[in-house]
T-cell receptor
Framework: EAGVAQSPRYKIIEKRQSVAFWCNPISGHATLYWYQQILGQGPKLLIQFQNNGVVDDSQLPKDRFSAERLKGVDSTLKIQPAKLEDSAVYLC?????????????FGPGTRLTVT | KQEVTQIPAALSVPEGENLVLNCSFTDSAIYNLQWFRQDPGKGLTSLLLIQSSQREQTSGRLNASLDKSSGRSTLYIAASQPGDSATYLCAVQTGANNLFFGTGTRLTVIP
C-alpha cells in the first residue's frame, strides 16, 4: 500500500513570496490533515478535511495560509505572502475516517525555508 | 488547553542499554496516546498506540505504558541499538480531530 505522498520535499523562498505544497493521501482515506512543525517543536495541526469539507481550521493563519481539497483526494496548502516565521516542516497526514479509533499516517513532509 | 511535555529533551546512551522516555500531559480526558519515531528529514512513523482504557502496549523491544489519571506515559526501549537513534514524539488525542504533540526526545545510541 502506497503511503502519503508530498511534494516538493524542500523549498527555499524569500519572504513575501508565495509557495504551495501538495499532498496525496493514502487511497480511500477520507480524512486529511496538514501539520506545521517548527524546528525543536512537535507538529501542530493547521487544518483538517473530511472528504472535501473543512472540519477544523482554527489554528490556520487565514490571512496568509489557505488550503483546499477540491475533489476529496489531493490537497494543496498555500502560503501568501510568506514570513520568516513560516520556516518549518509541513506534514500531511491521512486517516480512513475521522475519530480517535482511526490512526493517522504521515507523509515525509516538506521543509520550507524562508529567507 | 492540553499541554504535552517530554523529558529529557535529548539522551545519549551506549549500545545495549535499556532506557526510558517520559511523556506527561495536563488534561487526562484523552482518547488515546501514541508514540512516534521521527528520523531526520523524514515523516512520523507510529510505534505504539494505547487506547485510554489500556495500561500498556508492546511491540518487539518497545513497551509503552499509560497512567491516565496521573497524566503520564513512558516508552521503554530494551537493548538499545544504533538504529534506534531518532527523535521520539508522544501525542495525545483529546477529541475527534486533534493530536497534541510533545516537543520530542532526541535519542542517540552510541555504538
Amino acid at each position: 500500500e502506497a503511503g502519503v505522498a508530498q511534494s516538493p520535499r524542500y523549498k527555499i523562498i524569500e519572504k513575501r513570496q508565495s509557495v504551495a505544497f501538495w499532498c496525496n493521501p493514502i487511497s480511500g482515506h477520507a480524512t486529511l490533515y496538514w501539520y506545521q512543525q517548527i524546528l525543536g517543536q512537535g507538529p501542530k495541526l493547521l487544518i483538517q478535511f473530511q472528504n472535501n469539507g473543512v472540519v477544523d481550521d482554527s489554528q490556520l493563519p487565514k490571512d496568509r495560509f489557505s488550503a483546499e481539497r477540491l475533489k476529496g483526494v489531493d490537497s494543496t496548502l498555500k502560503i501568501q505572502p510568506a514570513k520568516l516565521e513560516d520556516s518549518a516542516v509541513y506534514l500531511c497526514a491521512s486517516s480512513f475516517f475521522q475519530g480517535p479509533t482511526y490512526e493517522q499516517y504521515f507523509g515525509p513532509g516538506t521543509r520550507l525555508t524562508v529567507t | 488547553k492540553q499541554e504535552v511535555t517530554q523529558i529529557p529533551a535529548a539522551l545519549s546512551v551506549p549500545e545495549g542499554e535499556n532506557l526510558v522516555l517520559n511523556c506527561s500531559f495536563t488534561d487526562s480526558a484523552i482518547y488515546n496516546l501514541q508514540w512516534f519515531r521521527q528520523d531526520p528529514g523524514k515523516g512520523l512513523t507510529s510505534l505504539l498506540l494505547i487506547q485510554s482504557s489500556q495500561r500498556e502496549q508492546t511491540s518487539g523491544r518497545l513497551n509503552a505504558s499509560l497512567d491516565k489519571s496521573s497524566g503520564r506515559s513512558t516508552l521503554y526501549i530494551a537493548a538499545s541499538q544504533p538504529g534506534d537513534s531518532a527523535t521520539y514524539l508522544c501525542a495525545v488525542q483529546t477529541g475527534a480531530n486533534n493530536l497534541f504533540f510533545g516537543t520530542g526526545t532526541r535519542l542517540t545510541v552510541i555504538p
